[in-house]
């Protein structure tokens, strides 16, 4: 691992020298310094009238302007480099640089803004003013993202943007993170947005090995850690369907669209440098009892034996301080000792990440940005880690008056080392570190190699039961390592008529090849057991993402009032996911882990290929400044539904009134009432659900004459039926919204209600087995979400020298499975059983989504639990299942301060979600294993059967489950920042800018409901698990330095 | 002008994007590394259906099978509750059964029979697919009786997901009807399927084995009837009587599967899941040892054995012991606890009793399927009930003697000479005096012939326990099915009286709850062990 690790570093200086490279070959092509007299005409874009009186300027030289005549001609004299600034009341200011022509005509768009007025960017990069969208759009800045970070940006968006439900997931440096916006659109399928960078749609698959039933497994990560935060200028979210109907089926989870730093034209050479350092510590939210040690009905170990028995047993004695036997033999003080075990083994991490970038704007409307950045985070999971290369630019190039060419490309390299196990017992070091008696300490268990081997090598096991692993042990003896490498690149070529047509055409590919190795050891206890003599998979994953756009439109101007934009477009676009997986049981060679030491290999092979055509198109109307209306159209063909069928057309229509500009209300800068209905198309998740196939499942050897006659065995098909009448399925909204900005912006208010509906939403059906099959997907799924998201943003105080602004927001959204086709219910998963723990999780009709079903005891005529006399505890064998809730939080909603004083700056965000509910499996395993407060006090005999208390509080656990679905509401003060802003003059406005800031991440949970493990700690971010926790990393607190230089 | 030009562009597009959506994304859609039906060779699926047929890897082989049946016919018992069915406990395993062969048969051979229906070059194939149907849902109606027939299978191709069931009487007039054509179309101037693995190497000789076996399975579905419909048994037996040769004329005609330890589809499942399961806790039962020592028959010391003290193995006829059926260790109730019922258990242990012999039980064991054995035993039966004794005592020993000696299937180690089972065959003449005492003799004899197909051996038992002569094992020598002694374990489910069918599995309840529901109510509303199927008529 290290020594690949090491060829990434030279790989990194490689492109250094080649972006030093590039940056000069650029920077050398700006011109020499000239006098030079440019003239030209300037008119208006739509009608082709002259603009007299318009003023024409020198950027940054107000003293050189001239203004044009009747005829709308100007002259000026200055000095180039220079950029020139057209603008007049009415149109839209235009810079433009002015590198070796002489004449320099200009044709006025009308303004369709104020002046200072905000920018949205709408679907397919689309830049409109803020008055004229129609729908609900979310915007983040970049520069929220990258001084209090996450490895994934995706990360910082929680508690930031209403309707948008982020959540990370516990699975380590490199985990997934679950996004869902407005609730869930698929009931049993993918729930993640729709990523987009600067218009090229991003594979964003997650490797999720975690089994859906809790039986562990690792979390891969998802797509979204491979950006470098540094590189993002802007975040637009959009949330409902009119947002997203122009991405048609790939965009009904909602659509993220991140813009990227560039270079701006005529801005000339500049440097930027951020550099940040956080520590990261575990937080420990266990809360054990810490009276009584391991041990067996009340009795503390008597010899090794014993111990090992009951290192899950905490029913021992009190703890007295005496000295007992421990797993290994040697006697300890049977005394508490359990604080800090989660912090003994957690070791303090540290996360680096250093992004340079250095951009080049020319003269001539061209510009150009490139970043290196490195990120090596060496996390507070032991011996886990992440480290991540990107390298990325983008170059806008001006090829003449009419022509533009955008390219685009960004490379990523990274190795994430150990993603733990997580969930279950196996290889899981968050499970026995979780669990351990309070009179164990943890660094007893790291043996004498000091990674939880015995002497010989073999996993030192603190447990009788050989599937609880050591957690040193699985720390640091078991392997796993995912390499992945992605470029993604996108060449955009868009030629502007003189009359104003566009056609624009863009090629975008999006490439990742993973690797991936997991090495179970032949020393592992489990795998003794498993008599499989050590076992290792290697996985190779290629995915690719081709999408081929064609897009060409105009803007009319219809009447003086009334005018129209309409844009086409086609989109060709092809996903690709190939895996080739070989497995190996028994290591010939000991030690060697490599799969040529492999006795049993065995190769599987998998293919993914989906392509789909689609036709869009948009128009635009705005009247005058006030009245505006889109409508948009999408067609999309699937190659994986039914064929033949062609007719699905997606329409949307959306409009805006823009009152604040016909009843002038004091104070008010802005008033927009906002409508909109779409009505999108959705797809299924994975391809070749339509059509049955056939194959081959090895061969049957027979023996005839002397001769072996092999007999390739077929089969057809697999246990769901192909469905060859699959439609797409639709997410029907409708939605209202209103924006008002009073005090020049410094009170801001949206508000935005919608109702989302999903027909026929294609999910999994159990049918009868004697169709031959288990299940058929199906269109039947049909749910419902209200919603209201509320963004309320201000300046409460801004004096000369202090600046206080608070932005809030606020989220509501209730869904409700409406039918599924006739079925009461979806099963969508269980937990564990196998340690006794039995709750799950459907889609019920009539039901919020995700309700969370758990055992609850039986009940007399008056409701009372009966008590079994036997055990004074209720029967388990008697409980039934009862529904606990949803596991959705209905509500939601983020505060965000920032202050400022001179050059001082604190900011702090507080976020919260509330509502919904969670199983723990900890918070069981720890009630059945003694640890939990929950099994005090203890007497000797309960019932007339005389059972000790772990018989009682055992018989109480397993009949009342009930009781360890929690509610999953929390407060957090999830980031606070404390910067100071160097201003220029400092440093002689060498430096443009240097901000040092002190930053934390996950400082403290002002409230929540859950004992002994974070309310945010789901282990996966497939809907299947959310609604569950089982032992997973515990979250972590991150505090250091960030610094950011712009030269 | 500027109008007209947006629409050319517009065309211009709609033309680029039309052209792309001709190719046909359908084909896209298609697994490339599987194929579809065009592309397909249906031999495979022949192929998977014979193989599992045998069992799945799911367990209908241990709970439905050993578990279930053949311990219902005392060949089997266990102290156990993994094997309950010595003790005519209502088990989920029963439901094994039907939960997974409409999964791992039923599916497969409908798409054997839909890929070749109407092609001229798989016309054999084809009448194959209808023999191996008919096959699979025998023996699926023969355990539960009314089942998803007519319907089953089509979830793909009808897009029936819920299928009704049918009566037991129009399912085996339709398996008549369908056995019988399929067999008399077979023709040897058309193909020859690759992917048969009953019959092997392929050729004209490969068609004459299959009209051979579809006769002879003709006659097993016939004989079926002889309780509920005599007449139409009769019709049939005449057809397949009329000429010589028509069934399976010596154990080279048995329908063998082959099987291997190379992968989960080719081992032997019996032996994969009671071997992977706890082999431990099945034995023989007395009755079925008994009998067998009592006869000196020769195939006791290759099917059974036993640990002695010493932990050797010891297969000697006369050391071999059975335990009685049950018994449970421990508790207070003396006709249950073994400690109680057999002293024998108080010496040797559980593992005092006779178990089976890995030569029948082994990864790589064939399954017999459909053999001249059972064959000769069944016609010997219809010659003493309708035709004439002599007959019937030509079947027999024909009959006898091929189920001694098709062990020989089994390799090596279980083959018993020609000599020896003859030998037995002399000690055992047939009883030609009486009609009852002869086919005694002679359903006692399919019985042992049907050993390790224990469905089968119950099946036919329920056919013939009305008309047999019975003898009593203790200590009287003689001939005849020996009294299979109900057992009396507390809270069985059947009154103490031998299972007639298996309940549904649980999860008909719920999949199919109209289906289901139909099916119980013309059984008088409750789904039991003791209900009676159509052919089980109680007469």
Sequence with gaps: ?1047 | MKILNIYYIAGAMLLLASASCVKDLTKVNVNPTAVTADNYDPNLLLTEVQLNYCGSQAGENWATEWGGTGEFIQQMASLDGFYPGDKYLNSAGYGNYFDQQYIASVQPVIELYQLTKNKPQYYNLHQIARLMKALVFERITDLYGDVPYFQAGLGYYDNIYNPAFDTQQSIYTDLLKEVSQATDSLSTSADYPTGDIFYFPSGTSQIAEWKKFGNSLLLRMAMRLTKVDPATAQSYIAKLTAAAGTTMTSNADNAIVEHSGQSDETFNRDAQTILGNDSSGLKFCKTFIDTLKINKDPRLHVIAYLYRNDNNSDTTSADQVGLPAGCILGGSNPQVNIQIVDPYFQVAGIQGYSTLNSNVLNISAPTLVLTYAQTELLLADAAARWGSMADAETHYKNGVVAAITQLSAYGSGATISVTDADGYLAAHPLNTTGQAAALGQINYEYWISCFMDEYEAWCNWRRTDNDVTHKTLNGITGEGYPTLYPTHYPGNATMSTIPRRLNYPADQQIQDAAAYRAAVARMGGSDLLTNRMWWDVNN
């Design chain 1, 1 to 1047: 691992m290290k020594k690949k690790f090491y060829t990434l570093k030279i790989d990194f200086l490689q492109f250094a020298a080649l972006s030093v490279l590039f940056i000069l070959m650029f920077s050398s092509m700006a011109n020499a310094q000239t006098t030079a007299v440019i003239k030209g005409k300037v008119t208006d874009a739509a009608s082709n009238e002259v603009v007299a009186g318009a003023t024409v300027a020198v950027k940054g030289d107000n003293a050189t302007a001239v203004a044009t005549d009747a005829q709308g001609n100007y002259s000026i004299t200055v000095t180039v480099p220079a950029v020139l600034v057209f603008k007049f009341i009415g149109y839209t200011t235009q810079e433009i640089p002015v590198a070796k022509q002489s004449v320099i005509n200009v044709k006025f768009d009308e303004a369709s803004e104020q002046l200072g007025e905000v920018k949205i960017t709408t679907a397919l990069g689309v830049t409109k003013a803020d008055r004229e969208v129609g729908y609900s759009v979310s915007t983040v800045k970049g520069a929220a993202l990258t001084e209090a970070r996450t490895n994934s940006f995706v990360n910082s968006l929680e508690g930031r943007v209403a309707g948008v439900n982020v959540s990370g997931v516990a699975t380590g440096p490199n985990g997934s993170t679950n996004v869902t916006i407005r609730g869930i659109t698929n009931m049993t399928g993918n729930n993640q947005p729709l990523y987009v960078v600067d218009g090229v749609p991003l594979v964003n698959n997650n490797y999720n090995t975690t089994d859906l039933g809790g039986y562990g497994g690792r979390d891969g990560g998802d797509g979204m850690s491979d950006i470098n935060q540094d590189d993002i200028e802007t975040i637009s979210i959009l949330k409902g369907a009119a947002a997203t109907a122009l991405y048609g089926y790939r965009g009904a989870n909602g659509v993220v669209l991140i813009t990227t730093k560039k270079g701006k034209a005529g801005a000339g050479f500049g440097i930027e440098l951020n550099s940040n350092y956080v520590a990261e510590k575990v937080i420990d939210e266990t809360d054990f009892q810490t009276q009584y040690g391991q041990g067996n009905g009340g009795t503390a170990p008597q010899n090794q034996s014993d111990a090992m028995g009951s290192l899950e047993s905490v029913w021992g004695g009190p703890l007295n301080g005496a000295e007992v036997y421990s797993f290994d033999g040697v006697k300890r003080p049977y005394s508490d000792v359990s604080k800090g075990n989660l912090s003994r083994f957690y070791t303090t991490g540290g996360n680096a990440t250093n992004t340079v970038s250095f951009s080049q704007g020319f003269d001539n409307g061209s510009a150009t940005r490139v970043s290196f950045g490195d990120l090596d985070d060496k996390s507070y999971v032991p011996n886990a880690g992440f480290q991540r290369m990107t390298f990325t630019q983008t170059t806008n190039l001006k090829l003449g008056k009419n022509l533009t060419l955008d390219l685009s490309s960004a490379y990523a390299t990274e190795y994430t080392k150990n993603a733990p196990n997580v969930a279950d017992a196996v290889g899981n070091m968050n499970w026995e570190a979780m669990f351990l008696p309070p009179n164990v300490n943890i660094l007893t268990l790291k043996g004498p190699n000091g990674n939880g081997t015995q002497a010989d090598g073999e996993e030192l096991n603190a447990s009788a039961d050989a599937y609880t692993t050591n957690p040193y042990y699985s720390a640091y003896v078991l392997q796993e390592a995912q390499h992945r490498n992605r470029f993604t690149g996108s060449a955009n070529l868009k030629y502007t008529f003189d009359s104003g047509y566009f056609i624009g055409f863009q090629v975008a590919d999006d490439y990742i090849n993973d690797r991936i190795t997991e090495v179970e050891p032949p020393t592992a206890a489990y795998v003794v057991d498993e008599g499989i003599g050590g076992d290792q998979t290697e996985e190779n994953v290629k995915q690719t993402e081709l999408n081929i756009d064609l897009t060409t439109g105009k803007k009319f101007k219809v009447t003086k009032d009334l005018s129209v934009d309409v844009l086409l477009g086609a989109n060709y676009r092809k996903s690709e996911q190939e895996y080739l997986t070989e497995y190996g049981t028994y290591f010939v060679l000991p030690n060697l882990y490599t799969v040529n030491n492999l006795e049993f290999p065995t190769d599987q092979y998998a293919l993914n290929i989906e392509e789909y055509n689609s036709l869009y198109g948009s128009a635009d109307f705005s009247y005058k400044n006030y009245l505006y209306l889109t409508v948009t159209g999408r067609n999309d063909w699937y190659s994986t539904l039914a064929p033949g069928k062609i007719n699905y057309l997606y329409p949307s229509v959306s409009g805006s009134f823009v009152f604040s500009e016909l009843l002038h209300i004091e104070n008010m800068d802005l008033g927009k009432l906002r409508m909109s209905y779409a009505n999108v198309g959705g797809a299924v998740d994975q391809p070749y659900q339509t059509l049955q196939t056939y194959g081959l499942q090895g061969s049957l050897g027979v023996p005839v004459n002397n001769n072996t006659y092999n007999y390739p065995i077929g089969y057809a098909g697999g246990l769901q039926v192909p469905n060859s009448a699959l439609v797409p399925s639709s997410r029907r909204e409708f939605e209202i919204g209103t924006e008002m900005d009073f005090f020049n912006n410094r009170l801001t208010f949206d508000l935005s209600v919608y109702r989302k509906n999903v027909i026929n939403d294609i999910v999994p059906v159990s049918i009868d087995n004697t169709s031959g099959y288990n299940t058929a997907l199906l269109n039947v799924g049909n749910l419902r979400y209200n919603g209201i998201e509320v963004a309320l943003g201000g300046t409460p105080v801004k004096l000369k020298d202090f600046n206080w602004e608070v932005n809030g927001n606020f989220t509501y959204a209730k869904g409700k499975v409406l039918s599924l086709g006739g079925e009461p219910n979806i099963t969508l998963s269980s937990e564990a059983s196998d340690n006794g723990a039995s709750a799950y999780t459907q889609q019920v009709v009539g039901k919020e989504p995700l309700q969370i079903y758990a055992a609850y005891p039986e009940t007399d005529a008056n409701g009372k639990i009966v008590i079994d006399p036997t055990t004074d505890a209720p029967n388990p064998l008697n409980s039934t299942v009862k529904d606990f809730g949803s596991a959705e939080n209905p509500w939601s909603a983020g505060i965000d301060n920032a202050f400022k004083y001179k050059h001082f700056r604190f900011e702090f965000l507080i976020d919260g979600k509330f509502g919904g509910h969670i199983y723990s499996e900890t918070n069981f395993w720890a009630n059945q294993s003694g640890l939990s407060k929950l099994t005090l006090p203890r007497n000797e005999a309960y019932g007339t059967d005389g059972v000790y208390a772990s018989t009682y509080y055992a018989n109480w656990g397993s009949a009342d489950q009930g009781q360890f679905v929690y509610s999953d509401s929390f407060i957090k003060l999830r980031q606070i920042i404390f910067g100071y802003d160097f201003p220029a003059s400092v440093f002689n406005n060498k430096i443009h800018g240097l901000n040092l800031s002190f930053v934390c991440r996950n400082v403290f949970t002002i409230f929540k409901a859950i004992p002994n493990v974070d309310p945010e700690s789901s282990y996966s971010s497939e809907i299947q698990t959310q609604g569950f926790e089982a032992p997973s990393v515990p979250y972590s607190r991150t505090f250091g330095l960030n610094l950011k230089v712009t030269l």
